[in-house]
């Protein structure tokens, strides 16, 4: 079982920057793959970025390649979103997710969700 708490989400206009923060609990963190998905209103749940247990593989939505960032640190046992030069496009509710296989962008591999944290990008 694992919990997953994120945080960091906000209001910014276009062109500005936020972080998201993932901070899990329960499995071994250092184990499993973590991914972040987002959900605009009306519309389907859509992959944004993933990163492999330990950190070397990376994976991002061809929408935000060059914009966004996902980083681990298995230490204090939290995976980061930087999203920078945000567009009104990118608003959403952002999830993050674990899964204890590599298959980044299918969301039905991930098992375990949090609750969101909503981004609003204002143009």
């Known amino acids: 079982q694992v919990q997953l708490v994120e945080s960091g989400g906000g209001v910014v206009q276009a062109g500005g920057s936020l972080r998201l923060s993932c901070a899990a609990s329960?499995?071994?963190?250092?184990?499993?793959?973590m991914g972040w998905f987002r959900q605009a209103p009306g519309r389907e749940r859509q992959f944004v970025a993933a990163?492999?247990?330990?950190?070397?593989?990376?994976s991002y939505a061809d929408s935000v390649k060059g914009r966004f960032t996902i980083s681990r640190d298995n230490v204090k046992v939290t995976v980061y979103l930087q999203m920078n030069s945000l567009k009104p496009e990118d608003t959403a509710v952002y999830y993050c997710?674990?899964?204890?296989?590599?298959?980044?962008?299918?969301?039905?591999?991930?098992?375990?969700w949090g609750q969101g944290t909503q981004v609003t990008v204002s143009s």
């Open positions: 997710a674990a899964s204890v296989v590599w298959n980044p962008s299918r969301g039905n591999s991930y098992s375990y």
């Open positions: 329960g499995r071994t963190f250092s184990s499993i793959n």
């Open positions: 990163i492999s247990n330990g950190g070397a593989r990376t």
